[in-house]
T-cell receptor, first 111, second 115 residues
Framework: TQLLEQSPQFLSIQEGENLTVYCNSS?????LQWYRQEPGEGPVLLVT?????EVKKLKRLTFQFGDARKDSSLHITAAQPGDTGLYLC???????????FGGGTRVLVKP | GAVVSQHPSRVICKSGTSVKIECRSLDFQATTMFWYRQFPKKSLMLMAT?????????EQGVEKDKFLINHASLTLSTLTVTSAHPEDSSFYICSARGQVQSGQYFGPGTRLTVT
């Protein structure tokens, strides 16, 4: 099972500030997914990255996949209180079946 | 599309009773469903993988006699927590994947509280 490490575990910022969340592994990702989960709800898929060096943007969110496909980052520009939640990275591994999740980063954006 | 529902959303039961949680794919056929457990402020832990019409595959450390999983149809999987104890209290989330969908789609979760 591929281990995913997320950092930081918790991030508290003021509205309007930027933040970056990291996801790392000692193994190569076949693909990587980022999810956001709000309290009492299931995770919602934000993006899937597949190609090394890939950059994807989703409004104020920018996702990067490392060239070696061992790391990924999620950057939020001008964070808003609505961005508050648990951000999870996950990979399905080479078999493409079950997902392995990172430990998650809890983000709190204060108004 | 690709909507997954769970029922109930919250349940409180007494210690020693059994509780059934349903996971349904509403607009696609789910060939594979997954059950996760999540403790407060923690990430998701995979409990088991179920394929329609076959026995579930449990992750290491998950008691299959305690957490009974049935995937009898392409749109429904159930998780039954048998003889529940307070330590079984948790947030249980299912996800589903079909033949067409490339990813997993998650249900909204079920909060189980055992008193």
């Amino acid at each position: 099972t591929q281990l995913l490490e997320q950092s930081p575990q918790f991030l508290s910022i003021q509205e309007g500030e930027n933040l970056t969340v990291y996801c790392n592994s000692s193994s190569v990702f076949s693909s990587l997914q980022w999810y956001r989960q709000e309290p009492g709800e299931g995770p919602v898929l934000l993006v899937t990255v597949v190609t090394g060096g890939e950059v994807k943007k989703l409004k104020r969110l920018t996702f990067q996949f490392g060239d070696a496909r061992k790391d990924s980052s999620l950057h939020i520009t001008a964070a808003q209180p609505g961005d508050t939640g648990l951000y999870l990275c996950a990979t399905s591994g080479a078999a493409g079946n079950k997902l392995t999740f990172g430990g998650g980063t809890r983000v709190l954006v204060k108004p | 599309g690709a909507v997954v529902s769970q029922h109930p959303s919250r349940v409180i039961c007494k210690s020693g009773t059994s509780v059934k949680i349903e996971c349904r794919s509403l607009d696609f056929q789910a060939t594979t469903m997954f059950w996760y457990r999540q403790f407060p402020k923690k990430s998701l832990m995979l409990m088991a993988t179920s394929n329609e019409g076959s026995k579930a595959t449990y992750e290491q450390g998950v008691e299959k006699d305690k957490f009974l999983i049935n995937h009898a149809s392409l749109t429904l999987s159930t998780l039954t927590v048998t003889s529940a104890h307070p330590e079984d209290s948790s947030f249980y989330i299912c996800s589903a994947r079909g033949q067409v969908q490339s990813g997993q789609y998650f249900g909204p979760g079920t909060r189980l509280t055992v008193t």
